[in-house]
């Protein structure tokens, strides 16, 4: 199983960017899926998180102006970012509670993440 993120680069502020997730593998089941980021410098921190669902939650810098959706058909997860800001500048990573159908439990799973680069 794996998770693989696209969609990052670089947009001046006020720009928009859109982030996408994959999982592939031999999947079993996905609970909660994610947006992570982290700062240079500083702690991974959550960005948005939505349920299996559609609930989702948001980190208090992204509300009003990020997006997280998900497509279960296709195990994947989206950010849509709008109204970027320098200070969004990061390396963002999604998660996903997964079950791999080799195992019994569910655990978290990371991509690799992806650069996000706000110019002012």
């Known amino acids: 199983v794996q998770l693989v993120e696209s969609g990052g680069g670089l947009v001046q502020a006020g720009g928009s960017l859109r982030l996408s997730c994959a999982a592939s593998?031999?999947?079993?089941?996905?609970?909660?899926m994610g947006w992570y980021r982290q700062a240079p410098g500083k702690q991974r921190e959550p960005v948005a998180v939505?349920?299996?669902?559609?609930?989702?939650n948001y980190a208090d810098s992204a509300k009003g102006r990020f997006t997280i959706s998900r497509d279960n058909a296709k195990n994947a997860v989206y950010l849509e970012m709008n109204s970027l800001k320098p200070e969004d500048t990061a390396v963002y990573y999604c998660?996903?509670?997964?079950?791999?159908?080799?195992?019994?439990?569910?655990?978290?799973?990371w991509g690799q993440g992806t650069q996000v680069t706000v110019s002012s």
């Open positions: 593998g031999s999947i079993a089941g996905i609970n909660d």
């Open positions: 998660n996903a509670d997964l079950r791999d159908a080799l195992y019994i439990q569910y655990r978290t799973y």
């Open positions: 939505i349920s299996s669902s559609g609930s989702s």
